[in-house]
């Protein structure tokens, strides 16, 4: 029985032609039977991608041949299988877009970058070196750099979550003065695998806040290290059929479903056909009317 895997990938370097790339990826993807995201930019790529693991070897090896490629860091997981087609369970089809942005926070010209990566971000941290800043400066502050609704089913200690529904939101965020009173302490972001915090602590250094960190890898390098036994609390969410994973076993939920408010991690689109805002729904409510708060009204 093959062995189903899903990557998990960034990297940042300029490319002088992304359509180019775009299309050697759809080939190489396509010929491999591997499915899932691919965005490519003049700033670099970003993917997700699901398929065997011979697949998955074989597209990382390729992957790096190419020469802004070679550095590339692939995060693995697990999964859920292989259709009798070859093909991931975890993704319904291959997407490979050439865009003005590899995450989409709606500011390509504040972004640098170089050989090296983002120029201007800030701090790389190690899960380990997160736990030594944050033990020796208790006024350092955790800064969730995903939606909302991811950061309602997991999220750091005390973290401060901005209200966002897309990552254009954060830019409103940051300009509305929110936050201004974190312009001068540790600020840590985090986010799924790293590549929203790449952006987004540009975005805060840009507008004043004078010592911003990332956390390298993101939540899954944390989980990785610590499970759940470090400072995170819940589940993790992710773009592809599994919709949230648990960092280690016996996770702490902290989810609430929006309906009837039971303990849950689970996640499910709102029952509105054109909406696609995901809302935290138990097993027990999700056959019912599953509306957001837009299509209340309609919901009744």
Known sequence: MATPKILLYYHFTPLA?????????????TRLKLRGRILVSSHGIN?????????????VKATRQHPGFSGL???WSQGSGIDADGYSEDFPKLRVRARDEIVSFGAPDELV??????????????????????????????????????????????????DTSTT???ITELDSGKYDHLKHKPVITYC??????????VLMKNRGFTEVY???????RYGERFGNSGLWQGALTVFDGRSVVDLGPDPTVIGRCHRCGAATSRLQNCSHPPCQERLVTCPDCADDQNWCTAHAVQGR
Do not use: M
């Not at 032609?17 to 993807?29: F, G, H, I, K």
């Open 17 to 29: 032609d992304p359509e180019s790339v775009r299309l050697w990826q759809w080939e190489l993807c």
């Open 47 to 59: 993917g997700t991608l699901g398929g065997t693991v011979e697949a998955c070897k074989a597209y």
């Open 113 to 162: 970058v170089d050989e090296s990566g983002v120029v201007g971000g800030g701090v790389h941290l190690s899960p380990d070196e997160v736990h030594e800043l944050v033990a020796a400066r208790p006024d350092a502050v955790f800064f969730d750099g995903r939606n909302a609704v991811e950061a309602a089913v997991g999220r750091f200690r005390d973290a401060v979550v901005p």
């Open 73 to 75: 860091d692939v995060k």
């Open 168 to 170: 254009h939101d954060f």
């Open 192 to 201: 799924t695998g790293g590549i929203r915090c790449e952006v987004l602590s």
């Open 214 to 220: 990332q956390l390298d890898g993101g939540i899954v």
